[in-house]
């Protein structure tokens, strides 16, 4: 792993650090100034944007707690497999808080530049925390 690769890699795991920890001046600080976030939700622009979109997520799950299961550097590029829980204590996707402890997984990839996340694609199972939140049924080949 290259020099630059190593400092990214360090880079965002300040920033998953830093997310668990709910330090949002640290966030502030990773997130370039023009940072775009693709994913889960409309694509958020700025560091204002992602911050306000990561405090509502705080809102609904305010034990939420990540962790990492897998990072992969390449290039400007660092790709982090992990998985989330939290209990649902606000409305998420127009459904009521349920109380429910729930864990899900996901993927996101990370571009940087000049040592700051640049752009952010999120990939993550909402059909398994929704089914997990009772919104929707599992498939029926699924069921128990």
Do not use: C
């Not at 920033?15 to 502030?28: I, V």
């Not at 911050?51 to 509502?56: M, P």
Request: glycine share 6%.
């Amino acid at each position: 792993m290259s020099t630059t690769e190593s400092s990214n890699a360090d880079t965002v795991r300040r920033y998953l650090r830093a997310f668990n920890e709910r330090d949002l001046e640290t966030l502030d600080d990773i997130l370039a100034d023009d940072v775009v976030e693709h994913g889960i939700h409309e694509t958020l622009h700025g560091p204002e944007d992602v911050i306000e979109f990561l405090e509502s997520h705080f809102e609904r799950f305010p034990d939420y707690a990540g962790t990492t299961h897998a990072m992969i550097t390449e290039g400007d590029t660092v790709a982090v497999r992990y998985s989330a829980t939290g209990t649902h204590k606000g409305e998420y996707l127009d459904v009521e808080p349920t109380g429910h402890e729930v864990e899900w997984t996901g993927m996101a990839m990370y571009r940087l530049t000049d040592e700051k996340i640049s752009e952010v694609w999120v990939e993550e199972n909402r059909l398994g925390l929704l089914e997990q939140l009772e919104a929707v049924d599992p498939p029926a080949h699924l069921r128990i």
